[in-house]
T-cell receptor
Framework: DAGVIQSPRHEVTEMGQEVTLRCKPI?????LFWYRQTMMRGLELLIY????????DSGMPEDRFSAKMPNASFSTLKIQPSEPRDSAVYFC????????????FGPGTRLTVT | QKEVEQNSGPLSVPEGAIASLNCTYS??????FFWYRQYSGKSPELIMF????GDKEDGRFTAQLNKASQYVSLLIRDSQPSDSATYLC?????????FGAGTRLTVKP
């Protein structure tokens, strides 16, 4: 398997623009997680899905952030409008659930908002 | 109080020495405990996980868990320069994973 795939790997945008990050989990993994990593706050869980349904979005910082999982092989994280403080590395991870605890991380998307 | 606390380091050890990384957590209901390694510019990768009190060994790595003290540690024996990375402690409850800020380890040749 190719592992978790994320795109784009790098994104530079101007403040106020819409940003969409994409993730393809490992085939057969029922859980998908979105994380954000910054020097100041470390690695933070934003939201996670089970069987395409959002289970816990308490980590989503504000209404500017939204996430969807229209099918088992695709998820998006959207920021609209983007702000400089959203600059971070965004990771997607997947696993098969509580019986298989390891989360497999994608390579991340480095977002810079100017 | 942070949910998962780690000494940010940097921790520097000579090659061949034992590196000791520590982590404390606040949620007594935590079920599983993980150590991830993250090289600069890369994504986290799992090194060890532990569920029960005591020690768990895997090669040069030993994870130690003390739930009463809410403490988990990672020992790296015979440290190698390739072990130089940031080590993230993670605590899981009902598939909700919380990470510490990480400890940066440098192993000097």
């Amino acid at each position: 398997d190719a592992g978790v795939i994320q795109s784009p790997r790098h994104e530079v945008t101007e403040m106020g623009q819409e940003v969409t990050l994409r993730c393809k989990p490992i085939s057969g993994h029922d859980y998908l997680f979105w994380y954000r990593q910054t020097m100041m706050r470390g690695l933070e869980l934003l939201i996670y899905f089970n069987n395409n349904v959002p289970i816990d979005d308490s980590g989503m910082p504000e209404d500017r952030f939204s996430a969807k999982m229209p099918n088992a092989s695709f998820s998006t994280l959207k920021i609209q409008p983007s702000e400089p403080r959203d600059s971070a590395v965004y990771f997607c991870a997947s696993n098969t659930g509580p019986s298989s605890y390891e989360q497999y991380f994608g390579p991340g998307t480095r977002l810079t908002v100017t | 109080q942070k949910e998962v606390e780690q000494n940010s380091g940097p921790l520097s050890v000579p090659e061949g020495a034992i590196a000791s990384l520590n982590c404390t957590y606040s949620d007594r209901g935590s079920q599983s405990f993980f150590w991830y390694r993250q090289y600069s510019g890369k994504s986290p990768e799992l090194i060890m996980f532990i569920y029960s009190n005591g020690d768990k060994e895997d090669g040069r790595f030993t994870a130690q868990l003390n739930k009463a003290s809410q403490y988990v540690s990672l020992l790296i024996r015979d440290s190698q320069p390739s072990d130089s990375a940031t080590y993230l402690c993670a605590v899981e409850r009902n598939n909700d994973m919380r990470f510490g800020a990480g400890t940066r380890l440098t192993v000097k040749p």
